[in-house]
């Protein structure tokens, strides 16, 4: 018996192992495959997390694995910089005033590795179905049944333990795909004045670049009902036309995949909790999914770890429907937002990010926004 399981291993359900172990919370964590995610997946660090992070003893290694990026910007397609943002107007804010590039895979070792005795890890232990009491959970999986006091649901946006509920994920899906690809490029030269972080605006097609320790990554909007092969087959001629390298750009992987903006109504059911993408799943742009993700298994696992101390349960059921607004409220609208001003239809938008980025202090106030600063404080 175990007093808390967290089904996923992913970055979100190993922060919360951590944040409970380090209280001295006997913990369990059910991870499907037989091993840990080597996926790049989600690549950006914001200053919240980075704090958050820091108070689990993890920050230092991810910042020697990743990279530091202390401006981004929007660009134009074929031409300069729109607008660059620094981020060291966040310098009074946090000690962290700038983002983190560095694949999620690299986390996730590091939070394993960080994992006192009292929390174990089991692979190859796929969620099957969740049995609920008013006394604790049985989770049956496929390594065998679990039972715990509490549950935590970290298992992605598919989540078995979100569906052995039998709770609702509503919203709705992108018309088209997004389409990732890592290249084993410089592409300084090519583009020149290119930040870590590139925003770049088109009627057409808009895109995204991003550099992480490894390699660039470039995701471009895709038709949402052609066939993969077809899409990946005209990949090399939409890199070249980001970039005219003179040969052929080096591809080290590509993926195409749908995009959903969902959530589930309660992040609380009795003795289960839901967060990250087992919660809510938004787009991609502007690095807010892993993040919020982050964000909810700190936040909740504060509230449970009082509520195991004798705290009253209403504790952690204001945390769990305070973070369900900041899905709502904060994430969804803002990711929708950056979706919709990619597509560069707006010549006022591109002048008030000008003005934005002359104005120190409406890019504090921006970016405050942006990397979820603001978010948090409503549920301090």
């Given at each position: 018996m175990s007093t808390v399981a967290i089904a996923g291993a992913g970055p979100v359900g190993l922060t919360a192992a951590l944040a409970l172990a380090r209280r001295g919370i006997d913990v369990t964590v059910l991870e499907q495959g037989p091993r840990l995610a080597t996926e790049s997946r989600a690549s950006t660090f914001h200053p919240p997390t980075l704090e958050m992070l820091r108070d689990l003893g993890v920050v230092a290694p991810l910042l020697r694995a990743g990279l530091v990026a202390e401006t981004f910007q929007y660009r134009e397609r074929g031409g300069s910089a729109i607008a660059t943002l620094d981020m060291g107007v966040l310098a009074g804010d946090t000690a962290y005033p700038y983002r983190v590039q560095c694949e999620q895979s690299k986390l996730t070792p590091i939070l394993l590795d960080a994992l006192p005795g009292t929390a174990e890890v089991h692979f190859d232990h796929a969620v099957t179905g969740v049995a609920t009491g008013p006394r604790g959970v049985a989770v049956s999986t496929t390594g065998g049944i679990v039972h715990c006091d509490w549950l935590i649901g970290a298992d992605g946006a598919h989540s078995a333990v979100r569906h052995g509920l039998g709770a609702d994920f509503t919203g709705s899906t992108y018309p088209g795909r997004f389409l990732v690809a890592s290249v084993e490029e410089e592409l300084e030269a090519a583009l020149p004045g290119i930040a870590p972080i590139n925003y770049v605006f088109d009627p057409d097609e808009w895109l995204v670049l991003l550099r992480?320790?490894?390699?660039?990554?470039?995701?471009l909007?895709?038709?949402?009902?052609?066939?993969?092969?077809?899409?990946l087959s005209k990949l090399p001629s939409r890199l070249a036309r980001v970039a005219d390298l003179g040969r052929p750009w080096r591809i080290a992987h590509a993926t195409l995949y749908r995009v959903h903006e969902r959530v589930t109504p309660h992040f609380r059911t009795g003795r289960v909790l839901l967060m990250g993408d087992a919660a809510h799943v938004n787009n991609p742009l502007g690095?807010?999914?892993?993040?919020?993700?982050?964000?909810?298994?700190?936040?909740?696992?504060?509230?449970?770890?009082?509520?195991?101390?004798?705290?009253?349960?209403?504790?952690?059921?204001d945390a769990a429907r305070r973070r369900h607004t900041v899905a709502v409220e904060h994430v969804q609208r803002t990711s929708r937002a950056n979706w919709s001003y990619l597509h560069g239809h707006d010549e006022s938008y591109r002048a008030r990010l000008r003005a934005l980025a002359a104005d120190p202090v409406a890019t504090r106030a921006h970016l405050r926004k942006a990397c979820l600063m603001d978010s948090l404080e409503p549920t301090a």
């Open positions: 992480t320790p490894d390699h660039w990554r470039v995701l909007p895709t038709a949402g009902d052609t066939p993969d092969d077809v899409e690095g807010l999914g892993m993040n919020s993700g982050i964000h909810d298994a700190v936040r909740i696992t504060d509230a449970l770890a009082a509520v195991l101390g004798g705290a009253p349960e209403q504790v952690l059921h």
